[in-house]
Structures are given as structure tokens and as C-alpha cells.
């Protein structure tokens, strides 16, 4: 094989695997995440918080929208997958969604030294 037909195999293998996430994981899309617990933790140690009835996560296919206290916030997205979940973040915000295949997720996010952990389900 010559140098020039690797480097083509490699671009067109990545062309596919790019086509095959957008096509098979778009089942992560569109789905909007309940928590089922919610753990507020500062100064080594963690707390269970709350949960409202408006606290949510939509998920769309470029964007966030974080929802608390029937206040909903869009944020641009970017998009990672690795194994059997979909990375979610926004940009340098200390902010992580993973969402699994079978639609239980994980959302880790900071405020200042302080961190938000929530657990729950996509559907």
C-alpha cells in the first residue's frame, strides 16, 4: 500500500465513523434528563439536595437547555462519544453530561470551588 492510498484509507475511515455517529447515536438527541438525586458538595463534604418538579436537562442535537426552577437556559453544546456514552459539555464552563445507551446519565458541573453531581434518567 502506498503512502498516498494510507492516507486516503485513514480520511475515508474517518468520514465513516463520523457518518456512523451521526446516524446511530442520534438516539441520545432529543431526549430530555430527570434526576433522580441531586448532591451539592463544598468544602469536603456532600450533601442531597432537593429536586424540583422543573429540574431538567434537554437535550438537543447541538444545544443544552438547563432547566431549574421553571428557568430554562440554552447553552451550545459539544458533542463526544467514547464507548457505550455520549459525552456532552459546554465549552469551559466545568460542565459534563454522559448519557449511556440505555439512557442513564451523569452531570457533574462547578460553581466556583463548589460541585453539582446528578444522577438520572433520559428519556
Do not use: W
Amino acid at each position: 500500500m502506498t503512502l498516498k492510498s494510507k492516507i486516503n484509507h485513514k480520511l475515508l475511515m474517518k468520514y465513516f465513523l463520523q457518518l456512523y455517529f451521526l446516524l446511530f447515536s442520534t438516539s441520545v438527541f432529543a431526549k430530555v434528563c430527570i434526576p433522580q438525586y441531586v448532591n451539592f458538595c463544598e468544602d469536603n463534604k456532600c450533601t442531597q439536595t432537593d429536586i424540583t418538579k422543573d429540574d431538567r436537562i434537554i437535550v438537543n442535537t447541538s444545544d443544552i437547555q438547563l432547566c431549574e426552577r421553571s428557568k430554562c437556559t440554552t447553552y451550545p453544546a459539544e458533542f463526544s462519544k467514547s464507548g457505550v456514552f455520549t459525552n456532552i459539555s459546554i465549552g469551559n464552563r466545568g460542565y459534563i453530561l454522559k448519557i449511556d445507551d440505555e439512557g442513564n446519565f451523569m452531570q457533574v458541573s462547578s460553581i466556583m470551588l463548589k460541585i453539582i453531581y446528578k444522577v438520572g434518567v433520559c428519556k
